[in-house]
């Protein structure tokens, strides 16, 4: 079965300092590879994905984050954070050939952005 | 387009107690998910919609938990008897289905359930 790895539970970080968030999943032939966020009080929201194609995906507020097969990793990144970026953050894997729906989530990132 | 919508928001129980929460999916959407999201970890999936019919409920604790969704649009997830271990977010997802392929899943703003 997949599992997910997010070996930094918080992450403090300055304002408009670079950030990466680690992400591994176990080996698979093939998966599906997603980066969620929670905001306070909110759901999660999809910011990410990777399911084919270019390894390197980017979202609309400037995170991207990068497939890498040999090392089973998809760390999320951004050059510059704003205060706004402060949530937890989750990365996810499925897998397509056997259950392409079923989203197994790691136990998140908890960003928080110092002003 | 409106979001998925839960409601209560908060519920506070003692244990042995009953509770209910109720998921109302983005219109359209075939396919409806609950989750438990336990403090300081990620969400696990309970059970899987297709329209009415279950798709996968292999991680619910069926002795204590239930859920329906008789119409095959809202759906309701009880817990008879609570207990304090299952103190969590539970969260309902939706997403359109079509076929053998990804479907983004979206997801409510969760039900924050505290036993005690």
């Known amino acids: 079965a997949q599992s997910v790895t997010q070996l930094d539970s918080q992450v403090p970080v300055f304002e408009e300092a670079p950030v990466e968030l680690r992400c591994n999943y176990s080996?698979?032939?093939?998966?599906?590879l997603f980066w969620y966020v929670q905001y306070p009080n909110q759901g999660l929201q999809l910011l990410l994905k990777?399911?084919?194609?270019?390894?390197l995906v980017e979202s609309i507020n400037g995170f991207e984050a990068e497939f890498n097969k040999s090392q089973t990793s998809f760390h999320l990144r951004k050059p510059s954070v704003h205060i706004s970026d402060t949530a937890e953050y989750f990365c996810?894997?499925?897998?397509?050939?056997?259950?392409?729906?079923?989203?197994?989530f790691g136990p998140g990132t908890s960003l928080s952005v110092i002003p | 387009e409106a979001g998925v919508a839960q409601s209560p928001r908060y519920k506070i129980i003692e244990k042995r107690q009953s509770v209910a929460f109720w998921c109302n999916p983005i219109?359209?959407?075939?396919?409806l998910y609950w989750y438990q999201q336990i403090l300081g970890q990620g969400p696990k999936l309970l059970i899987q919609?297709?329209?009415?019919?279950?798709?996968?409920d292999s991680q619910l604790p069926k002795d204590r938990f239930s859920a329906e969704r008789l119409k095959g649009v809202d759906s309701t997830l009880k817990i008879q008897p609570a207990k304090l271990e299952d103190s969590a977010v539970y969260l309902c997802?939706?997403?359109?289905?079509?076929?053998?392929?990804?479907?983004?899943?979206?997801f409510g703003p969760g039900t924050r359930l505290t036993v005690l």
């Open positions: 997802a939706s997403s359109l289905f079509r076929g053998n392929s990804y479907n983004e899943q979206f």
């Open positions: 080996s698979s032939v093939s998966v599906y």
């Open positions: 990777y399911l084919s194609g270019s390894t």
């Open positions: 996810a894997v499925s897998d397509p050939k056997t259950s392409y729906d079923k989203v197994i």
């Open positions: 219109s359209g959407h075939a396919t």
């Open positions: 919609f297709q329209n009415n019919g279950v798709v996968d």
